[in-house]
């Protein structure tokens, strides 16, 4: 890529930075909260763009310097000096040069977003339920060393343990960026505890990963909600079972990329206290919503892909657990690792740094570069 064709096209985003900067210190802009809130996202990621391209004419500009130094200088140690920095100056041009490309191919505009998690137990009976657990521990102690914030919404336990269904938010930085690759079915092959003859059982979870709604990405009318309360159960101190602390909505939305109306049914009980359960299932209410209207975004890319490693197809088989090999292999990349124990533990960064790599590399071939 030739460096004034490159430099062309970041100089009108200089251009929109210095202008979108101004905008949001702009009095009339920041009481529009919902112009502000997508003007102030422009802004950081458009601030990327701009320190990486200033390092771009900082590398040139070096390349430059050391070319005429070394074309006038006579001194063995300045030259010296001069041949090391010409060399990693060019060392870097093409390091730079494939982030800048990286930062110009759109992104999912969903990333930075907190994500809404939901496991359940697939094929497999209370084995399934039993996988449910292990996989919602491995993402807690995966989150947990992200720094993130984890709060459970809802769950229905297995008979055997494990989880039916558990449903948890999780915030932080890209929480859903980089959750978002585990969305699928989870296939895990194992001797189940209440195995007597030692045969291998398959059993599956899906687990879905939906962007967190802001409040000014959907627009519901709260008056045609309807809700009922109820009294939590489980263990807990004196307000558990005696106060009807648990909210259960329903909402008819219609869909508008299908125009069919659809009941939705949302139930939480993570507080124990009213107002505060309403207020989260209607983030849930929200994110649902507009987890429906996204996927016509992923569609749209799923179209255009010949592979798709977050396609958002929660009915893709994306990995396999095997344990009696200790190997953990993910088909969308054929991916193979054999650290089963400590993957469970939440070591599951490495696999996803792969996933983000496949990924960087699709939207760089289909933006053609």
């Known amino acids: 890529m030739a460096d004034n064709n490159l430099l062309g096209r970041l100089d009108g985003l200089v251009s929109r930075f210095e202008e979108v900067g101004t905008l949001i210190t702009d009095p009339a802009v920041i009481a529009d909260m919902k112009r502000f809130v997508k003007l102030n996202k422009e802004y950081r990621d458009l601030e990327k763009i701009v320190v990486t391209r200033n390092e771009y004419v900082n590398t040139l500009n070096g390349i430059k310097e050391a070319r ?103 915030s932080g930085e890209k929480a859903y960026g980089t959750l978002k690759y585990e969305s699928g079915v989870h296939r895990v092959q194992r001797v189940p505890s209440t195995e007597t003859q030692g045969r291998v059982h398959t059993s599956a979870a899906t687990v879905a990963v939906l962007p967190e709604a802001d409040e000014f990405d959907v627009e519901i009318n709260e008056g045609e909600i309807k809700w009922d309360t109820f009294r939590s159960g489980g263990a807990g101190g004196q307000n558990v079972n005696k106060v009807e602390s648990g909210v259960r909505l329903r909402y008819v939305w219609k869909n508008p990329n299908t125009g069919v109306s659809e009941e939705i049914l949302i139930e939480c009980t993570e507080t124990r206290d009213q107002p505060k359960n309403k207020e989260r299932a209607l983030t849930r209410l929200r994110s649902f919503i507009y987890d429906k209207e ?67 590399a699709e939207r760089l071939k289909e933006a053609e570069l």
């Open 68 to 170: 005429q130094l070394l074309e006038t200088e006579q001194d063995p140690e300045m030259r010296e000096i001069a041949r090391d920095e010409l060399d990693a100056c060019n060392a870097r041009i093409p390091e730079l040069e494939e982030e800048i490309k990286l930062l110009l191919v759109p992104s999912d505009p969903e990333d930075d977003k907190n994500a809404i998690v939901e496991i359940r137990g697939g094929t497999g009976g209370d084995e399934a339920a039993l996988f449910a657990g292990d996989l919602y521990r491995m993402y807690m102690k995966y989150c947990e060393t992200k720094g993130w914030k984890v709060a459970l919404s809802s769950c229905s336990e297995g008979s055997s343990g494990g989880y039916k269904e558990i449903i948890f938010t999780v």
């Open 294 to 360: 996204h996927q016509k975004y992923l569609d749209d890319i799923a179209n255009k892909r010949k592979t798709m490693v977050s396609s958002g197809d929660r009915s893709a088989k994306i990995r396999t657990y095997n344990y009696p090999q200790g190997r953990i292999t993910d088909h969308r990349i054929n991916y193979t690792i054999y650290n089963l124990s400590a993957f469970m533990d939440g070591d599951i960064q490495s696999c996803i740094d792969q996933l983000t790599v496949a990924e960087n």
